[in-house]
């Protein structure tokens, strides 16, 4: 096949051809691999690399390039003894080592933009991700009271702590024999012959429930951090006297905290005819199987 130029389009070639030489290749644009900073902050977010345009430019240079060289084997195929032919074969060469130059460059330059891409991605994504949280798991026992524990090995875990096992229904209650004991009450509802709740109770005296109850509730934060579901603010009555209002008829809530497998509750209520904390430790997995 043999292409025809006129001057004019051998001219616009030829300045196609110096235009793309002084454009900057990615080899001179994009940063080298392994280059500091790769996500640098721009204007509107992150940006790493320079842009798809270099590679781009280079990919029609190369072919510009192309080009001239079967421009000047045509040209040298038909005047192959004329006084040009020695500004052909420049020509030719020149074209050869732009089909690699650029060629080379656009390469490199859709490598360094596609893994520039990518890590944008990854730090858009990680910047989507939410926090990863340290909290501890949802509690698998509590005083040695494991969720998954038969009922004969709880009965007997509570006798070996020199308390008293009773059952009413499904709800077994391990209780001190003595009431000065500062050891809680625990009461387990069972389930399919497992614990699916489990809660512990403590007396105290009426004198320091509230400072028994900001306590409990310090310590459940300081192991669990900060609960999903805050404290209810004390009224003025339950500041003066937790157990004189929960006497009254007031039922304050306390925090609450959540996990895909369990929740905690903290909870002053009146029960048995005196004011007593509950901590409530309930498996999810049970709950919605209720």
């Keep these: 096949m043999t292409l025809s130029f006129g001057v004019r389009e051998q001219r616009a070639l030829g300045v196609l051809c110096s235009v793309s030489l002084l454009l900057g290749c990615s080899f001179i644009a994009e940063p080298p691999p392994g280059s500091a900073n790769e996500l640098r902050p721009q204007d509107k977010g992150y940006r790493c690399g320079k842009s798809f345009w270099y590679p781009v430019a280079d990919?029609?240079?190369?072919?510009?390039?192309?080009?001239?060289?079967?421009?000047?084997?045509?040209?040298?195929?038909?005047?192959?003894?004329?006084?040009?032919?020695?500004?052909?074969?420049?020509?030719?060469?020149?074209?050869?080592?732009?089909?690699?130059?650029?060629?080379?460059?656009a390469i490199y330059g859709y490598i360094v933009e596609g893994r520039c891409a990518?890590?944008?991605?990854?730090?858009?994504?990680?910047?989507?991700?939410?926090?990863?949280s340290n909290r501890p798991n949802f509690p698998a026992s509590v005083?040695?009271?494991?969720?998954?524990?038969?009922?004969?090995?709880?009965?007997?875990?509570?006798?070996?702590?020199?308390?008293?096992?009773?059952?009413d229904g499904a709800v077994g209650t391990c209780r001190a024999k003595s009431e000065a004991s500062?050891?809680?009450?625990?009461?387990?509802?069972?389930?399919?012959?497992?614990?699916?709740?489990?809660?512990?109770?403590?007396?105290?005296?009426?004198?320091t429930k509230n400072r028994d109850y900001q306590a409990l509730a310090s310590g459940l934060r300081k192991s669990y951090g900060a609960p999903q579901v805050e404290a209810a603010a004390l009224s003025s009555a339950c500041q003066a006297s937790l157990a004189q209002c929960l006497e009254s008829g007031e039922r304050p809530k306390g925090p609450v905290w959540h996990w895909a497998t369990g929740s905690i509750e903290l909870t002053p209520i009146w029960a048995d005819e005196r004011a007593v904390l509950e901590i409530r430790y309930t498996l999810e997995e049970a709950a919605g199987a209720q």
Excluded at 67 to 90: F, G, I, P
Excluded at 151 to 166: H, I, N, P
Aim: aromatic share 8%; charged share 20%.
């Design 59 to 105: 990919t029609v240079s190369a072919a510009a390039s192309a080009t001239w060289v079967v421009r000047a084997n045509d040209e040298l195929e038909t005047h192959s003894h004329d006084s040009e032919t020695d500004v052909w074969r420049a020509s030719r060469i020149a074209g050869w080592v732009g089909v690699g130059l650029f060629g080379a460059s």
């Design 118 to 132: 990518q890590l944008r991605k990854n730090h858009e994504l990680a910047v989507a991700a939410p926090p990863v």
């Design 143 to 167: 005083f040695g009271f494991g969720f998954q524990m038969p009922r004969g090995d709880l009965v007997q875990l509570c006798l070996s702590k020199g308390a008293e096992w009773t059952m």
């Design 182 to 207: 500062a050891s809680p009450e625990i009461r387990l509802t069972f389930q399919l012959g497992t614990p699916s709740e489990i809660r512990t109770i403590f007396t105290g005296s009426a004198q």
